[in-house]
Every structure is written in structure tokens, then in C-alpha cells.
């Protein structure tokens, strides 16, 4: 999926942004590969979607995400997670 290739190809990058619902590849997928491929660079990732279902944020968090924002959000507050998981 393009995301995975982004990180492999840019493995600097301080924080991921990705959605649940996603073609392809979905969010919590990525999360595994991301967690699961030792050649992955361990990115930061914080979920921004539609989807509030508590499964979905306790699958999402067990497969390493640090953040979690449903849609519609300010933009304020992602930038807030994002300087707390980037920066803590």
C-alpha cells in the first residue's frame, strides 16, 4: 500500500496521519505491518477518521496507535496530538 511505502521511503517522518477506512489496505492493517515488518521504521501513528467504535480505538491502540481523532475535528486538536506525540 502506498502508506507502507512512504514510510519505508521516507523513514525520518515524525508522525503518521491515517484514516480507518481506507482502499487497499485499511488503518488497523497498516498498524500490523507497521508493527509486525522488522525492516519498518517505528513511526507514530495517529488515527483521523469517522469511525468512533470502541473496538476499532482498543484494536487500533494494541497495534501501537498514540492517538485517535474522529471526523469531524478541529484542526487545532490534531495539531495539539500531534506536537504531544512528536514532542513527549
Known sequence: ARGL???RDYPDVA????DINMPK????????RLQ????????????LTTEGNPAFI???KQWGAKGWLVKPFKP?????????????
Do not use: F, Q, S
Not at 25 to 32: H, M, P, Q, S
Not at 36 to 47: E, H, I, L, N
Open 5 to 7: 511505502d512512504m514510510v
Open 15 to 18: 508522525l503518521m496521519v491515517c
Open 25 to 32: 489496505l485499511n488503518g488497523l492493517e497498516l498498524l500490523k
Open 36 to 47: 509486525t515488518d522488522d525492516g519498518m521504521p517505528r513511526v507514530p501513528v495517529v488515527m
Open 58 to 60: 482498543k484494536e487500533a
Open 76 to 88: 487545532e486538536n490534531l495539531v495539539e496530538v500531534a506536537r504531544k506525540i512528536v514532542y513527549d
